[in-house]
């Protein structure tokens, strides 16, 4: 993979990252596109390490106070009933999905769960998910009113995104739709319990690219480096702009967006213009 090659997929990472359009499906049909086939899990979960900086960077404050808190409340300085260091717990338990998850079906994750045909589906079948989920949710609860149980409704959702075109920001939002809470709230939550998620799943790949064993192995760090760069860079736009966004408007630009992506995408499969 060639430098500019490199920067145009990061670019890419950072302007779907955080909108529940699947980062990963655009990178697998944009590679396509770019002469180069699908980049691979590792290239994609390295890249995301890059655009969970911006996050790391925009909810600073939000972090280091949840974090803080938390470890207080361990050792009964801080009440455990603290909303931050409550907050702590639900991303530490709204993870373990998508941690398990991701573990036992990694072999599928890295290989047949890339198939183009599947993305298609996936971002046609989630657009239609979200959309009821926005009109069938009260949005009414804010984050103060998290539970255990709907910290783990949200894990599962998160969990879905495992599978390319479904969207990690997307299938937690839609969880979180479901279960009443805002759009801004669900959005927030998604951001904070991607966190772990990423960092692990990013981290994990480094190791395996160093020692060759990832798909993507043979892309240069230099390249990398450059996508995740463009990615942060990016990614921190998109950030401010989509939490502004949500604010007054609904998610029915990006559904309608992904309902045309995945009716395009099986018209490119159908008559062979790319490959699944």
């Not at 373990?96 to 298609?120: C, H, M, N, Y």
């Amino acid at each position: 993979m060639d430098y500019l090659t490199a920067i145009l997929l990061g670019l890419v990472q950072g302007l779907t990252e955080f909108l529940p359009i699947s980062s990963s499906a655009h990178i697998s049909i944009v590679g396509q596109f770019l002469g180069e086939e699908d980049p691979g899990a590792a290239f994609t979960a390295i890249t995301q390490l890059g655009t969970e900086l911006a996050v790391l960077i925009y909810f600073w404050r939000d972090i280091v106070r949840i974090i803080r808190q938390w470890c207080l409340s361990l050792v009964g300085t801080v009440a455990r009933t603290d909303p931050d260091a409550r907050m702590g717990w639900f991303v530490i338990i709204g993870s373990i999905p998508i941690g398990v998850l991701g573990l036992v079906f990694k072999d599928q994750i890295e290989t047949s769960l890339r198939s183009l045909w599947l993305t298609a589906t996936m971002l046609l079948v989630f657009a239609l998910v979200i959309m009821v989920a926005e009109r069938v949710g009260r949005q009414e609860r804010e984050l103060t009113e998290l539970t255990w149980k709907h910290g783990i409704g949200y894990g599962l959702f998160q969990a879905l995104a495992l599978v390319p075109g479904v969207s990690r920001s997307g299938g937690t939002i839609a969880g979180g739709l479901f279960m009443g809470y805002t759009r801004k709230a669900a959005a927030r939550y998604s951001f904070l319990l991607a966190i772990p998620a990423v960092v692990a799943s990013g981290g994990l790949q480094v190791v395996e690219v160093l020692g060759g064993e990832a798909e993507g192995s043979g892309t240069a760090w230099g390249p990398i480096f450059a996508a995740t760069a463009v990615a942060f860079a990016v990614g921190y736009a998109v950030i401010a702009w989509f939490m502004k966004f949500i604010e007054t408007h609904t998610f029915t630009p990006f559904m309608i967006y992904r309902i045309i992506l995945a009716l395009g995408l099986f018209a490119l499969l159908g008559t062979g213009t790319i490959q699944a």
